[in-house]
């Protein structure tokens, strides 16, 4: 292959590297994971989204307008892992996060209640 057959190879594959997620708002996905019956992470109207268990669909706030799937938890070990307990006006189960890169698309990477973990803006 010639020097600029690579390029166009290597300049491709920055491109579908760079691409949208699977959302499709161009940020990464919500991390969502199936603890107790309960899709962690995931968006909610109402608590019937998230199993039915009372109180685990967060609207608004630190969780977003579409809501986020999550019970109150007294303790971390009420947390699928990647995810920590934290006090946002009640104590909710939040994803795990480094930076902002690792949130959803209109979240940020804060550090509370002793972690770092993605809450909305």
């Not at 109402?46 to 977003?64: E, N, P, Y």
């Not at 006006?89 to 993605?118: L, M, Q, V, Y």
């Amino acid at each position: 292959m010639t020097a600029r057959g690579w390029v166009v190879v290597f300049a491709a594959t920055i491109v579908i590297g760079c691409g949208e997620s699977s959302d499709g708002s161009g940020g990464i996905a919500r991390p969502v994971t199936t603890f107790n019956g309960v899709p962690y992470g995931a968006t909610c109207d109402g608590d019937a989204s998230c199993g039915g268990q009372q109180d685990s669909c967060c609207l608004g706030g630190k969780c977003s307008a579409e809501g986020w799937c999550s019970p109150k938890c007294e303790s971390d070990q009420d947390c699928p892992e990647g995810f920590y307990c934290i006090d946002h006006s009640g104590t909710r189960c939040f994803s795990a996060c480094e930076d902002d890169r690792d949130c959803p698309t209109d979240f940020i990477c804060e550090e509370k209640s002793g972690h770092r973990t993605c809450r909305f803006k």
